[in-house]
C-alpha cells in the first residue's frame, strides 16, 4: 500500500498534478467568440469544400450541438507540467449523462509562454449559452482567444465525426462494387 502511494505521489510531482478547473466568471464575449467559431467549423462540413461529406452534414452537426450540455477545457497534467505532452483537451458531458473525455486539440499547454484558456462552456440549443474562466483572457486582445476558439470547435465537432462516421461520409465502395467498376471497365 505504502508502494502504491508513493508511486502516485512520484506520478503527480512528474506529471504536474491535477489540471486546473476553470473560473467562475462568466463571458459574455467569448461565448461569441466561441459560438463564432463553431458555425465556421459547421460552414466547413459543406461537401464542396470537404469532399466524402453527405449534404446533410452542416445539419447532423448542428444536431449534435443539441445534445450537449458542456464542455470543459483543461490541460492534460496541469499548470505546473512542463511537458511537451501537456495538451490542452476538451471534455464533453451530454445532456443524456454520457461523458466524452479527453478530446485531443494538438495544442499544448505553454504556461511559462501564453497561459491556456482553461474555461467550462454551457450550451443551451445547440448554443452557446455561456462561457465561464477564470478571467485570464482579459488581460489579453480579443483576437488572442482565436485558436482556443478554433481548437474548441473543431474538437467538439469533430467528437461526433469520429463516433458516427457513418452519418457524415458518403459510404465506401465494398469490394464487390470495386470488382464489378474494374470487371466492367467503368472509369470514376
Not at 505546473?80 to 490542452?88: A, D, E, G, Y
Request: glycine share 6%; proline share 8%; net charge neutral.
Amino acid at each position: 500500500m505504502a508502494l502504491f502511494a508513493a508511486l502516485s505521489a512520484l506520478m503527480a510531482a512528474c506529471t504536474g498534478g491535477t489540471p486546473e478547473t476553470p473560473g467562475d466568471q462568466p463571458n459574455a464575449v467569448l461565448a461569441q467568440v466561441l459560438q463564432k467559431a463553431l458555425d465556421d467549423e459547421i460552414a466547413r462540413l459543406d461537401p464542396s469544400w470537404s469532399p466524402g461529406l453527405l449534404p446533410a452534414a452542416p445539419a447532423l452537426a448542428r444536431e449534435w450541438l443539441t445534445q450537449i450540455d458542456e464542455v470543459v477545457a483543461r490541460c492534460r497534467y496541469g499548470p505546473r507540467s512542463q511537458s511537451k505532452h501537456n495538451l490542452l483537451e476538451f471534455d464533453l458531458r451530454l445532456h443524456s449523462g454520457e461523458t466524452i473525455e479527453a478530446l485531443y486539440t494538438g495544442q499544448r499547454c505553454t504556461y511559462g509562454i501564453a497561459p491556456p484558456l482553461i474555461m467550462r462552456v454551457r450550451m443551451r440549443d445547440g448554443r452557446v449559452a455561456e462561457a465561464l474562466t477564470d478571467g485570464r483572457e482579459r488581460r489579453r486582445p480579443v483576437d488572442a482567444v482565436a485558436p482556443e476558439a478554433h481548437a474548441f470547435a473543431t474538437a467538439v465537432i469533430t467528437a461526433d465525426l469520429r463516433r458516427r462516421a457513418a452519418r457524415y461520409f458518403v459510404p465506401s465502395a465494398s469490394p464487390q462494387d470495386i470488382q464489378r467498376q474494374w470487371d466492367a471497365g467503368a472509369r470514376p
